[in-house]
């Protein structure tokens, strides 16, 4: 266990920008995806 919470303490500020940077992008897409809905769908077929 005590070497396991090293390797997790060293691990979490490699993993957590890239978890952020990908729940980002998630919810930006969600959000275009919505927003292009409204318009038609318009953006959707433009990405």
Do not use: E, R
């Amino acid at each position: 266990l005590g070497a396991f919470q090293t390797y997790g303490a060293s691990l979490l500020p490699v993993v957590a920008p890239a978890l952020a940077i990908a729940t980002l992008t998630v919810g930006i897409n969600l959000i275009v995806d919505d927003i292009s809905a409204h318009a038609g769908g318009k953006l959707t077929k433009a990405m």
